[in-house]
């Protein structure tokens, strides 16, 4: 049977595709997004990150996943006040997806911890692949100055060894074929929670 990690990227792979072609994806990846387009997409990522950080912060078993250096809810909230100012948690809304997306990670610390390892494949090692090159066009786009406003971007040790401890975490997990499905659903599940909060994002603009 094959690794954890590598049957996630095999079985999400279209989703993932599909995700990177939505209108509001490619925008932002043009470096066509201004900054109040942007700082509502971290503003709602911040929601999501928010809750995936204290769910597995609550699991011991899902440790190897929740390496301080992955962490990013810190470095959005940075990002944020840089952005839009101090008081960017009352004066901007998170979109209706965010706000369930951070519920449904809720709902799974309580009932079905181990399928939030399905978010954090998604999540972080999307932030791993990608990280530099939209770190490069956010900042070309908004003007900004070295690392400022692209904090989210930024991680504390290698992206390379990250992620490699990431797909680590995953394939040390002791999963039957039953918790592997549910897994590997859980995940494409959240691809399309990627779609629909980028459809209200583009919808905003």
């Known amino acids: 049977m094959s690794p954890l990690s590598t049957t996630l990227r095999e079985r999400t792979a279209a989703a993932h595709r599909r995700v990177e072609a939505t209108p509001f ?3 932002l990846l043009a470096g066509r997004l201004d900054r109040a387009g942007y700082t509502l997409l971290l503003r709602s990522l911040h929601e999501v990150y928010a809750a995936l950080e204290s769910a597995l912060g609550a699991q011991p078993a899902l440790a190897p996943l929740h390496h301080p250096a992955l962490a990013r809810s ?8 840089l952005l839009h100012g101090p008081r960017w948690r009352e004066e901007l809304a998170p979109r209706p997806a965010s706000l369930a997306y951070a519920r ?5 610390a309580a009932a079905q911890p181990l399928l939030l390892a399905a978010h954090a494949y998604v999540r972080y090692l999307g932030d791993l692949s990608g990280g530099q090159v939209l770190a490069r ?3 070309r786009s908004l003007g900004l100055d070295g690392e400022a406003g692209t904090r989210f971007y930024r991680f504390e040790a290698p992206a390379g060894a990250l992620a490699q401890r990431l797909r680590t975490g995953l394939d040390a997990l002791e999963v ?4 592997r499905e549910a897994l590997l659903d859980e995940a494409l599940a959240a691809f399309g929670r990627h779609e629909h909060l980028f459809a209200e994002l583009q919808a905003a603009r």
């Open 74 to 81: 810190a470095a959005l909230g940075e990002d944020l006040a």
């Open 137 to 139: 066009v956010v900042q």
């Open 104 to 108: 449904r990670l809720g709902e799974l």
């Open 176 to 179: 039957g074929a039953a918790q």
């Open 25 to 27: 994806v490619r925008t």
